[in-house]
């Protein structure tokens, strides 16, 4: 019992703190951490505002005519919003960095949406009369479902991370990990208060002398540094990373399945064929156009499509026509070889036929498959919303296709009996 709490914990802590630290931290994905900028940065600083360092840090900034981008505490800003107006009326942009300092890797998800960022907002827009649109989350602790909860703000992150909450790296350090991770787009982490946990209190102190050198040099090197909406690009709008954060599970989960159930591609070289050997359970029997009949209890090769190769060929095609080519071609190619496996692997030796479900069905006939429409029911609808929803995630241009010509997008039982495959590719 204990070990099967403990392997639920395992789990759920997995999920819901690590997979989401992968996916933004590592993949990148559902996330900003760097743009296209010409001779262009971001400065971006958290945790403030501070009533010392904040505005020394303004004035160093309006010195050098430098614009930045706060990720402030709404609890601070709620102390002091004379520094959170003059940040917006000297032309700064001001971001969410939740209301309190506290990991959304601790706090329930409905909480972090509702109780920190949205009330941050609120309170942000209740000072300036502008209502925060991107937004920070401490440490850049993200978890499982703020990716999909705070869908209306753009997550930004960073690219460069100089440490300078310790004083003794702001002191040693700070101005050379700047200088060094000068790139077009960069966006780099900074702080103006130093009263978080982790953090020396006397910190900013040392990260402003070095800011005021790395400013000078900027200058002399002719690069600016603008606020994180001026370097937005469409590529980082939280519709396009919905779908690459959609793209991303959906890739996993394809891996996870494959390996539970023992799914194999045909040819490693071209793996858009996939099989596995199981009983075929439908309550109808299947009749084939070469007499055969596949009934319930029969063994059968179930097909699957690898759809990461199917999204890489759907990316490169130029139409929707240039890449039914394609697929017709390799499946081709793929059909004798799928014969020698059912004629040689002893798993297949009493399989009657290759079957499967898929709303990729045109053109199935001219290779020998039998098209059948799927018995009315549960099981049909269910199958129809998800091979849509699949459509969606992979295809490039799956919104316009599920709005264009839909009626053909109807899932299809596609089917082909091992004596005509036989017939067909024994040569």
């Not at 070289?269 to 996939?274: D, T």
Request: proline share 4%.
């Amino acid at each position: 019992m204990e070990k099967r709490i403990f392997l639920i914990v395992l789990i759920f802590t997995s999920l819901y703190m690590l997979l989401p630290w992968i996916i933004t931290r590592i993949m990148g994905i559902g996330v900003v951490r760097r743009f296209q900028g010409n001779r262009q940065l971001a400065l971006t600083f958290d945790d403030g505002p501070h009533p010392e360092y904040t505005p020394q840090l303004l004035d160093l900034l309006k010195k050098h005519n430098m614009k930045a981008t706060f990720f402030v505490l709404a609890s601070r800003a709620e102390q002091y919003p004379e520094l959170l107006l003059r940040m917006h009326e000297e032309g700064h942009q001001i971001g969410v960095h939740n209301y309190d300092h506290k990991s959304n890797w601790l706090m329930l998800p409905w909480n972090v949406k509702r109780r920190q960022v949205d009330r941050s907002a609120d309170i942000i827009e209740r000072i300036t009369g502008c209502r925060p649109t991107c937004y920070r989350p401490p440490w850049g602790m993200l978890n499982l479902t703020d990716l999909f909860l705070l869908k209306d703000y753009t997550i930004v992150l960073w690219s460069v991370m100089t440490g300078d909450w310790r004083s003794k790296v702001a002191e040693k350090r700070l101005k050379n990990s700047m200088l060094e991770g000068l790139k077009d787009g960069a966006i780099v982490l900074l702080h103006d208060s130093g009263d978080t946990l982790g953090a020396n209190r006397d910190a900013p102190r040392y990260m402003l002398q070095a800011l005021e050198e790395v400013l000078e040099e900027l200058q002399r090197q002719s690069w600016a540094t603008v606020r994180i909406d001026e370097l937005m690009t469409a590529a980082a709008t939280p519709a396009h990373n919905s779908r690459r954060l959609l793209l991303a599970f959906w890739m996993l989960w394809e891996r996870c399945f494959a390996t539970f159930f023992n799914i194999i591609p045909v040819d490693q070289s071209n793996p858009l064929l996939k099989v596995r050997v199981r009983e075929y359970r439908g309550s109808q029997p299947i009749q084939l156009e070469d007499g055969e009949q596949i009934c319930k209890g029969d063994r059968i090769a179930e097909l699957h499509l690898d759809n990461k190769l199917l999204y890489r060929l759907g990316s490169s095609s130029r139409n929707s026509v240039h890449l039914a080519i394609q697929l017709i071609r390799r499946t081709e190619v793929l059909l004798p070889q799928l014969l020698l496996l059912m004629q040689n692997d002893p798993q297949y030796r009493d399989v009657k036929g290759l079957y499967g479900i898929s709303i990729i069905h045109r053109g199935t006939r001219q290779l020998g498959f039998t098209v059948l429409d799927l018995p009315e029911g549960f099981f049909s609808k269910l199958t129809h919303y998800y091979l849509r929803f699949l459509l969606y995630v992979i295809h490039p241009q799956g919104t316009e296709r599920l709005k264009s010509r839909s009626e053909l997008l109807t899932p299809k039982i596609i089917a082909i009996s091992k004596k005509e495959l036989e017939n067909r590719y024994a040569a």
